[in-house]
């Protein structure tokens, strides 16, 4: 798995196709999808551009699509996954994850699409479908070869360490939040236990929240002075060394942007090493600070039914 992708949440439909493109010319080799970002067909747009001008071939990108919590059924599992796959224009995910450890109340994605959180009244509504289903129905997925890895997002050690307990196929990558801010020491040395890769998401704290009127309490990383000094010292951009934190730490990143020049720059963000001074300075910034809690995300969720 390539450590620098790039993400897709928040990519805006209507250019999402030429960023895809430009994004592969620009030498990104992996993409991060889900169904509940509703551009995955857009995506593909952009993906079949960059093959059929030979660019690439389809071994040589990484795509990572993740299964929505309204899907944890078994019986629904082959069937989103199917249609996702359909929307890209490709017959395999190079790796699926499970969204969330949360399984939502099925809404027929025919009649209402992107996934979404609420339910058709506008409520959240939690269905019975425990995690062994749906990891047992993820496996399927991999013996039907409709994806080469399987994994998981949002989860913490606690429910990893039960999943090993059953999982025909153990989970691959664990993709969480993490930045200066919640740096998750101890579930990363648990994954790294474990063999699982880590992909961390929302690299740069705050900044991906602040369109959603979230984020405000803590100060920008972008514009911190201890990132700022460090970004000086090494003539690289803030942005640069909140990545390089990461990759050095072992994690792999996928940063999103709508804007063509800083897509570019945050692909450049190795060809440099911070001090082990550099790396425990920006570490010491962690204040255990979420973002994306599902479960206490108000602005983000209408009241759980
Ligand atoms: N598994 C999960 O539940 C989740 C997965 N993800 C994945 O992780 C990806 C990345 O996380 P995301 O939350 O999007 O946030 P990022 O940490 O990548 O931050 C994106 C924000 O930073 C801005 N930005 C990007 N590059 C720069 C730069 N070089 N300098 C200054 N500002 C910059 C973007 O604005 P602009 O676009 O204008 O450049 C945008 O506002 C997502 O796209 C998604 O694929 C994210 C959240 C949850
Ligand atoms: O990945 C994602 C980013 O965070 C959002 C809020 O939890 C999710 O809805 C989305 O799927």
Not at 101 to 121: C, F, Q, T
Not at 206 to 220: F, N, W
């Amino acid at each position: 798995m390539p450590s620098v992708g790039f993400g897709l949440w928040k990519v805006d439909k209507e250019t999402c196709a030429d960023t895809v493109y430009n994004a592969i010319k620009a030498g990104y080799r992996l993409f991060d999808a889900a169904a509940d970002y509703g551009n995955e067909k857009q995506a593909g747009e952009g993906l079949r551009r960059a093959l059929q001008e030979g660019i690439v071939k389809r071994e040589d990108i990484f795509i990572t699509s993740k299964l929505w919590n309204t899907f944890h059924a078994q019986e629904h599992v082959k069937k989103v996954t199917r249609m996702q796959l359909e929307h890209w224009g490709i017959d395999y995910f190079d790796l699926f994850l499970i969204h969330f450890p949360i399984s939502l109340k099925y809404v027929d994605p025919n009649h209402r699409y992107p996934a979404e959180w609420m339910g058709d009244d506008g409520k959240v509504h939690l269905e019975k479908v425990p995690m062994h289903e749906t990891w047992k129905a993820m496996e399927e997925l991999v013996d039907d070869s409709l994806v080469k890895n399987i994994g998981l997002s949002n989860c913490q050690g606690s429910l990893i360490l039960d999943i090993l307990q059953y999982a025909k196929y153990e989970p691959q990558v664990l993709q969480i939040e993490l930045h200066p801010y919640l740096t998750q020491e101890p579930l990363v040395d648990l994954c790294k236990r474990w063999g699982i890769a880590v992909t961390a998401y929302s690299s740069f704290g705050p900044q991906s929240y602040l369109e959603l009127g979230m984020g405000k309490t803590a100060p920008s990383l972008l514009d911190h002075s201890i990132i700022g000094a460090i970004a000086s010292a090494h003539g690289k951009t803030p942005a640069q060394v909140l990545l390089r934190w990461a990759t050095q730490r072992g994690l792999a990143v996928i940063p999103k942007s709508n804007d063509h020049g800083r897509l570019v720059s945050n692909l450049q963000c190795d060809g440099f090493d911070l001090t082990e001074q550099e790396l425990a300075a920006i570490s010491g910034l962690n204040m255990n600070y979420r973002l994306n809690d599902p479960v206490n995300i108000e602005p983000l969720l209408s009241i759980f039914a």
